[in-house]
């Protein structure tokens, strides 16, 4: 059985915060999220949207974009949501993810 490809997903919350993760399988995840299960961070903030999801390739390539993007500021993070920066741009060129 071929290995599902990893995910980096944002969440806008009601409050118009943006959540970040990663998943093989977001639909599930996003499910998980509104259902109460899943990261602390979402609970009790209202509606979930899932506003983006990128394909990042393997479980550690995912980690790594994951850490990367909860280390932006929030205006960088709006700019990967509309498309108008891609997520290889915003990771350093010297490090491989």
Known sequence: MPMKAWHLYLIRCSDNTLYTGISNDVSRRLAEHRSGR?????RGRGTLV?????RVGGRGDA???ERRVKRMKKEQKEKLVRGK????DLIKKNERW
Do not use: E, F, P, Q
């Open 38 to 42: 899943g990261a602390r961070y979402l």
């Open 50 to 54: 899932l506003v983006r999801k990128i």
């Open 63 to 65: 980690l790594k974009a």
């Open 85 to 88: 920066v891609r997520l290889k």
